[in-house]
């Protein structure tokens, strides 16, 4: 899995608030977790959990104010993110720091040629000259699989397809050989024919390459074939965090239980009714004091309702946030235990 | 491809949708084939699930047989009426067996009017109910589909989408249907509300008798509602089947990849997966490819794919597929690509 162990990012107790009219709404409240080089982040939650909001940080991307990093911090190959001037930040997005959205047009200029766009980045990075850098580019726009990258060069974005963006924009986003690759929700919009050529790019890029990425989605299935650990995010906390094949096989925390229940797996379905999590997701402007989660949760008991859980460490690698991890993860195993016989 | 057995509840007979694109002063009219020639049978009390790519013209048809989009040619048989000729009295009549469910719930609902106002709409238009009746009847609704009666004054903003999607479900109850179109219900939804609302549309068939058109882009969704699944490709349906036999056993080149690109949620399954990339993307329905739509992106395309325009043909029990590299006789499209078997049964 990763051949250097060295830590390519690591954020610590991280939290990110936002000030608005109904108070202050803690997006991210304490979020720690290492990536190691090489390595595939995936991050998990439904909307507000926060997931997109801890990579917005991590790239200094948060808009201040209303935003407002409130602590914690963000190390990127031992430098201190949250230290530098907005130049030095500046300098590490794009080149050694590159983010992918869902949606491609936030990161592409609509009155921009493609060739433009691409050689922009690396005339201002790699001090590339024009002829250079448009050699790159092609380069690239090949590299992503863009068929005649010459004669599509100069087109503007709007004459590609959706699944064509999504590729022009990872060109661009790995133009300047980024060590850290953050990719929000990379294939949300796409069709899962389309999704499976994106997933596969990543793959491919980062094998060669050797890339770290995080890789933030709602999507269990597109994070079960893609990383290596997975983070769990529910209402600005992480709520578990594990090596893959351990969160799927023996979860210690009900919310990610429940999640894993609550989707139609093709592999293994037999008809039966779908596990749902009652309720909704928290409004985290209106925090409850106990478990964020104790009132949708098939096992609260009181002490869920009155304090907030202990964040207990299964295995070293392995966390839950929850006053039952323990037995959880007890539960999972026999579950896992029957599955198997 | 009709089943004889009597429990067909909507029957598609070539049905077609084109839109006539352009044709200035400069340039010839182009035609749209969103539809192109589609028949298909949605038996009493299933639910018929219909997949494929953006831009494939499933939302299109499911639009078509209810009309909210006009046919350009074929039919829509409902009760031994043909919808596609009915006059827009006779079928606004026909509305009342005939609902649609949306993918917003948010665009879908006039922000302006009351939960009980959008729920009691079609309940006052068709006169079936009147005066006080009207909202006890909207509360039953609401209970039925998860919403406390409570919330009957309040305006759709002040739900959320799981909620406003309860929402677009109750209107749709409201009139007693016989059967709904489903466009994408549960896409715009967070992981664990998708659930919810697969769960419920499940209880209400059961508790109601409902037929379901259930469209989606989500095979995973899809596998799980559906009794059985058509796979569509630009305009064409290219491949039908029960929904078990379609992901265990998919035959058309079109239906194996996209199987194969849909993620499973088991990490142990995706190491050992074997994928069938497609290259390229969908072609334009402006200009579709000769012979089979599919050709330009199929790994076993040989000419004839070029030329033919292949039709659906029962390849296995009950079992169809349009490809002309398989048949009943080798329905296995790679033996037949390494045994170099050219268009069969030619």
């Known amino acids: 899995m990763n051949q250097q162990n060295g830590s390519i990012l690591s954020v610590k107790d991280l939290r990110t608030y936002f000030a608005t009219e109904d108070g202050v709404v803690k997006a991210v409240d304490g979020i720690t977790f290492e990536l190691t080089k090489g390595e595939t982040l995936g991050i998990v939650g ?58 491609p047009m936030t990161s592409l200029n609509p009155f921009l040629k493609i060739s433009t766009q691409l050689t922009e980045v690396t005339r201002l990075h790699l001090n590339h000259n024009e002829q250079q850098a448009r050699a790159h580019a092609i380069k690239m726009l090949k590299l992503v699989g863009i068929s005649d990258a010459e004669d599509r060069m100069d087109s503007y974005p709007h004459e590609f397809s959706g699944g064509m ?119 985290v402007a209106h925090l409850p004091p106990g478990c964020p989660f104790a009132e949708r949760c098939y096992r609260a008991e009181d002490i869920c309702r009155r304090e907030f859980p ?32 | ?163 406003r999607q309860r929402i677009g479900i109750a209107r749709a109850l409201a009139v007693d249907p016989e059967f709904i179109v489903a466009d994408e219900p549960i896409s715009a939804l967070d992981v664990s509300i998708q659930a919810q609302i697969m769960n419920l549309m499940e209880r209400l068939q059961a508790e109601k008798g409902l037929t379901y058109l259930f469209i989606s882009h989500d095979l995973r969704a899809v596998r799980h509602l559906s009794d059985r699944v058509a796979v569509m490709y630009l305009g064409r349906i290219v491949e039908l089947a029960n929904g078990k036999e379609i992901y265990r056993d998919p035959l058309m080149p079109y239906t194996k990849a996209l199987i194969s690109a849909v993620p499973v949620p088991d990490p142990e ?24 739509p599919f050709h330009t992106r199929c790994p076993f395309a040989i000419d004839d794919c070029k030329k033919i325009v292949p039709s659906l043909t029962e390849i296995k029990p009950r079992h169809y597929a349009a490809c002309i590299r398989i048949s009943p006789d080798h329905p296995n499209v790679e033996v037949n690509a390494a045994a170099g078997l050219g268009a069969i049964g030619r």
């Open chain 2, 269 to 292: 399954i995706e190491a050992k997966r074997e994928r069938i990339i497609l290259k390229g993307d969908v072609p334009s329905p402006i200009n579709p490819p000769s012979g089979c």
């Open chain 1, 165 to 283: 963006r999504q590729r022009v924009m990872i060109a661009m986003a790995l133009s300047c050989d980024p060590e850290l690759l953050i990719a929000d929700e990379p294939t949300t919009a796409l069709d899962v024919t389309i999704q499976a050529q994106i997933l596969e790019l990543i793959k491919d890029l980062k094998a060669r390459m050797g890339t770290s990425v995080i890789l933030i989605t709602h999507d269990l299935g597109v994070v079960a074939g893609m990383t290596d650990k997975i983070i769990v995010m529910y209402a600005g906390k992480v709520f578990e965090q594990a090596p893959t094949k351990e969160l799927f096989a023996t979860p210690a925390n009900p919310y990610t239980k429940g999640l894993l229940k609550s989707v139609p797996d093709p592999a293994h379905e037999e008809g039966k009714e779908l596990y749902q999590i009652p309720g909704l997701p928290p409004d």
């Open chain 1, 46 to 103: 439904e909307s507000g959990s926060g997931k997109s909001v801890t990579n917005l940080s991590v790239m200094r991307l948060i808009p201040e104010p209303p935003g407002q990093i409130a602590g914690g911090r963000i190390v990127f190959d031992g430098i201190d993110v949250l230290g530098l001037s907005i130049e030095k930040v500046r300098d590490l997005r794009g080149r050694r720091i590159a983010m992918i959205f869902q949606d």
């Open chain 2, 1 to 163: 491809m009709s089943e004889t057995n009597g429990n067909v509840l909507i029957s598609m007979q070539g049905l077609k949708v084109h839109y006539r694109l352009g044709g200035g002063l400069f340039s010839a009219a182009r035609t749209v084939k969103a539809v192109d020639g589609v028949s298909l049978d949605i038996q009493k009390g299933e639910t018929l699930g219909l997949v494929g790519e953006s831009g494939c013209g499933k939302s299109t048809l499911g639009k078509a047989i209810l009309r909210l989009t006009e046919p350009t040619g074929g039919k829509v048989f409902y009760n031994g009426k043909d919808l596609a000729h009915l006059p827009q009295s006779a079928m606004r009549e026909q509305r009342k067996h005939l609902q649609m469910i949306f993918q917003d719930p948010y665009a879908s609902l006039n922000p302006r009017m009351t939960v009980g106002n959008i729920i009691g709409e079609p309940i006052r238009t068709f006169g079936l109910s009147k005066g006080g009746r009207v909202e006890t009847q909207v509360q039953e609704l609401m209970e039925t589909v998860g919403l406390s009666r409570r919330f009957i004054r309040r305006y759709p903003h002040e739900f959320s989408g799981g909620q």
């Open chain 1, 310 to 341: 202990p964040f207990v460490e299964i295995n070293s690698d392995h966390h839950s946030l929850c006053h039952f991890a323990q037995e959880v993860y007890a539960e999972s195993i026999k579950e896992n235990e029957v599955l198997h016989v």
